[in-house]
């Protein structure tokens, strides 16, 4: 006789952020022992770290209507990996736990980290960037001369072992067709790409292709200028889907709203103390120990401590009745700024990361927006740049830093709307944008090109009475941008009398 297991509901726990670890009976009579919950999709899947007859394991339980298909696709792509001797982890289990309703996939543990998280604890390494990324390419090289290819396509899904790589999430996997098989490939190659620096990857693109054309095989590579343009098409398409996904619960957010309210909350920042703050958000703006930085008509910033943590609240206020009855049908400018905040994150721009977001609302019409950032000690480039203090060499790098910047958001076809330099804060040497609200992007780059050529212009403002800051940015930005034409239309001209 087993001894009765009494567990959670799987259910519940993909649901909400729950980390106790509990213990399952399989219908085998087998006992897998979850010690951690590692990544949850709501109502459809959980993935865990746990135990199995004393071996390390990840467990994949798939839950409600569809659970047998998805369990059985992830089985099949599984087993198409290894038969194409593709590295993978071994599927050491495949069980169906009647009690609970779902099916599970029982994984061999493999020493590593995914991609994504390789990726970015290299930041600011470039050459060890394109090292990984290289590997990348060259796996999904081997996918598509296997005739395979991965159409979940995300950095998580590749595990980074010392020089070797494994493919995760079988679920994804699926056959290139016979007709267009090429064009499939290409295009399934260029949304890897479409993951990496959007600044590095100008540069390394021709590298990519040549190693990934040593893998896949064949004479016909596909050419850089319409690799860019699969590129740049997946590259928004992600960031206008991610942007449109954090107004719903999903794996990185929370999701709560009725009549009266929407609430949007960063699930690793989701707790009681943060839920509580929210609820008496205003008296916390006005509360004698938050620091005001900003009171105006238009909004009131002030920072605050949560739980020990440095936290910026900002209320957007409603001016009158007119301004209210404008604002009312349309998202507000708190919840545009949390969504371009996560369009930004996606691409590796800085930014503060956006916590939570709180709209109030009567019925269909919206009242006060609050947003809730972390709180980045660092100052504004306007002060950045006068602080007499800090070396010629630090400028110089910031310098850099905000040309590459305003490049990336140019490759990205995204305006800001708003370059005041209180809006660059500069921590360290790295720039951060902040004040999203007015933040575009843009399907058409003719349309694009002036408004950013208005971003560049209205940035630059900021220093028209002082010559030295002026051109240590105008040099960093004519060093960045391979459009000199599109500078100078922005008025970065350096003067023969600047030169000598």
């Not at 069980?95 to 990726?119: F, K, M, P, T």
């Not at 991965?150 to 070797?164: E, I, M, P, T, W």
């Not at 590796?348 to 980045?376: D, H, S």
């Not at 050529?453 to 391979?482: C, G, P, T």
Request: with cysteine; proline share 3%; charged share 25%.
């Amino acid at each position: 006789m087993h001894e009765r297991i009494v567990v959670p509901d799987i259910a519940d726990y993909s649901k909400h952020a729950l980390d106790a670890a509990f213990a399952i009976e399989l219908d085998d009579g087998s006992r897998l022992d979850v010690l951690m919950p590692v990544r949850r999709v709501p109502g459809k899947r959980l993935v865990c770290r746990g135990e199995l007859h004393g071996r390390e394991v990840y467990a994949k339980f798939f839950i409600g209507k569809s659970a047998e298909k998805y369990a059985a696709r992830d089985c099949r792509g599984s087993q198409w990996l290894s038969d194409a001797g593709i590295a993978t982890p071994p599927l050491l289990l495949q069980s169906r736990v009647e009690a609970q309703s779902c099916h599970v996939l029982v994984y061999a543990a493999i020493d590593g980290r995914n991609a994504e998280e390789v990726w970015q604890s290299l930041a600011g390494q470039e050459q060890a960037r394109f090292v990984l990324a290289a590997k990348l390419v060259e796996e999904v090289g081997r996918h598509h001369a296997a005739g395979i290819w991965q159409s979940d396509l995300y950095l998580k899904n590749f595990l980074v072992q010392g020089a070797r790589v494994h493919t995760l999430d079988g679920d994804g996997i699926r056959r290139l067709r016979p007709l267009f098989r090429r064009r499939q490939a290409w295009d399934n190659l260029a949304l890897l790409l479409s993951k990496f620096d959007v600044y590095s990857l100008a540069d390394w693109l021709p590298l990519l292709l040549d190693r990934y054309g040593q893998v896949f095989g064949g004479n016909e590579l596909p050419g850089l200028e319409p690799m860019q343009r699969l590129i740049a098409r997946h590259r928004a398409e992600e960031m206008r889907r991610y942007a449109d996904k954090v107004l719903r619960t999903c794996t990185d957010v929370v999701v709560e709203q009725d009549s009266s309210f929407f609430l949007a909350i960063n699930r690793p920042y989701d707790n009681a103390s943060l839920r509580a703050a929210l609820q008496i958000v205003d008296t916390l703006l006005d509360a004698p120990d938050a620091i005001r930085l900003k009171s105006g008509n238009t909004c009131t910033v002030a920072e605050i401590e949560i739980d020990q943590r440095k936290m910026v609240i900002k209320r957007y206020n409603i001016k009158s009745f007119w301004h209210g009855l404008g604002r009312a049908l349309r998202p507000s400018r708190a919840v545009v700024s949390w969504s371009n905040a996560y369009r930004l994150g996606i691409c590796g721009l800085a930014t503060p990361v956006a916590i939570a977001v709180l709209e109030r609302r009567r019925w269909l019409l919206r009242k006060q927006a609050y947003l809730v950032t972390e709180f980045v000690s660092a100052p504004d480039s306007l002060t950045f740049f006068d602080d007499q203090a800090i070396e010629g060499a630090q400028k110089q790098q910031a310098a850099q830093g905000i040309a590459r910047l305003f490049y990336s958001l140019f490759l990205l076809n995204v305006e800001h709307g708003d370059f005041k330099a209180s809006n660059v804060l500069v921590q360290g040497v790295t720039p951060l944008l902040i004040d999203l609200d007015s933040m575009r992007q843009y399907r058409c780059s003719v349309r694009f090109r002036p408004r950013h050529i208005r971003d560049i212009r209205r940035f630059m403002k900021n220093w028209q009475s002082d010559a030295e800051v002026r051109h240590l940015l105008i040099e960093a930005f004519r060093a960045v941008y391979r459009d000199t034409d599109l500078l100078d239309q922005a008025g970065l001209v350096i003067k023969q009398s600047e030169r000598q």
